[in-house]
């Protein structure tokens, strides 16, 4: 194990626990633990939108995907690119308008109704438990690595500290670890590209000359249908990523950390362009990893290709840069884990505690109280859920929580915002019926079920070929609220013109 490895991961650490040191003096209402106060300007949140977005399926999983995969790998940068510009034009300023803390409360402005609350807090933690796996699966695999120890105590470690942050600092701690995190992952990532890019005599087109015979794809390499060989598959999982975002509970919940909706959507055009530019600097890292360190090599250290960018970094840059790498993506990891934890606990804690079982009759230090048990249950679930998925893609599994995320909340999002006769029941058949379709088509897809022995969780035939079931549970999803609003004929429009003004406005009685 280098000392290099050693002191640049202990700085790291010490940046972050100071940060939530200040940060727990600060954190004592619930709106602080829950979204800072609000008082984060445009450029703070748009840097920790994107520390919280570019996680370790984006910086890890990609990375691997495409030196792995070639061009198919490249659909996920495309995929989580775009899908930022859904969320700023359709859901950002709506939403920062009509909430309060949680994605429910948004929907919940137009159904008062605790069915619905229930059903939004039910989807939102079950998104986050998804999302939560492919970053503890990415931390295991990083660890187990550099520091030679077994997976599941890599796990531990990282679900301890992440459980640390979000209890003493709150939203406060979590969006300066993000801030944080988010500057060194573009340095890090700048800088890899940088010398890839020198090692082809900054020429782009001999480097794709070059990637034409550097693996054993050959020029198949630099052509879709390596990883996605039919075309519905690709479609579906663009699908997924593209609607995916505007439901993500732990990305939404970041438009209420700011004091309107104007600069929340500064706080988007932000993130956009960080985003924008990680991901096209994802070629390089993807690309260079395949040249400079192989396939062989980068499968032998993590079956999934993991562990690309990382070792990209070592042959590039030696020890000091590979330890550098490898402290940003575990910073990385840190930062995104103890933002789905802050979102799954909140949901837990606001809306099923304080809302519905409380009647919102409850003082913020039981709520406060509640909120800290369910950021330790939320992570302990997670844990132990990571641990039986250490050979996945973490960029794939995050797939799925897109997946989950487009189906079972971004149809209620819309047509709570622009459909005047959505109503309760339209809700909750909505988001029930994305939610359940999406999970039960993952739990029959080759990610659970495969004949060959290792490649999936069960050996056996998977009842759909669709890896990622998209394409099917987020039409069925819109099916849902439709049906269900059509069916049960009970509307309110004086409800609903109140929130066309809310949501245009941001106007408060």
Partial sequence: MSPTVIILFLIIVGMTLVVTYYAAKRTKTTSEFYTAGGGLTGWQNGLAIAGDYLSA?????????????????????????????????????????????TLADMINSRFDAKKVRGVAALNTITIVIFYMIAQLVGAGALIQLLFGIDYWIAVLIVGIMMTVYVL????????????????????????????????????????????????????????????????????????????????????????FTVKDAKTARSSVVTATWIIGIFYVLTIFLGFGAAYFVGFDTIKTANAAGNMAAPLLAGALGGDFLMSFVSAVAFAT???VVAGLVLSGASAFAHDIYAQIIKKGKVTEKKQMLAAKYASIGVAVLSILLALFAQKMNVAFLVSLAFCVAA????????????????NTAGAITGMLSGLLSSLILVIVSPNVFSPIEGAAIFVGEPLISLTNPAIISVPLGFIGAYVGTVISKKQDMKRYAEVIVKANTGYKE
């Fill in 57 to 101: 399926a984006s910086f890890l999983g990609i990375a691997g995907m495409i030196a792995l995969s070639g061009f198919d790998g490249f659909f996920y940068s495309i995929g989580f690119l775009i899908a930022y510009l859904v969320v700023m034009f359709i859901v950002a300023e709506p939403l920062r308008n009509l909430g309060k803390y």
């Fill in 168 to 255: 003493f600092g709150g939203m406060t701690a979590t969006s300066w670890v993000q801030i944080i995190k988010a500057v060194l992952l573009m340095i890090g990532t700048i800088i890899i590209s940088f010398i890839v890019l020198a090692k082809f005599h900054f020429n782009i087109f001999d480097m794709f000359s070059e990637m034409k015979t550097a693996t054993p794809l050959g020029a198949d390499y630099l052509k879709p249908g390596v990883k996605y060989k039919v075309p519905l598959d690709t479609i579906s999982l663009m699908l997924a990523l593209v609607l995916g975002t505007a439901g993500l509970p732990h990305i939404l919940m970041r438009f």
């Fill in 333 to 335: 990891i840190l930062a």
């Fill in 407 to 422: 189906s079972a909340n971004l149809p209620v999002i819309i047509f709570t915002i622009y459909w005047k006769k959505f």
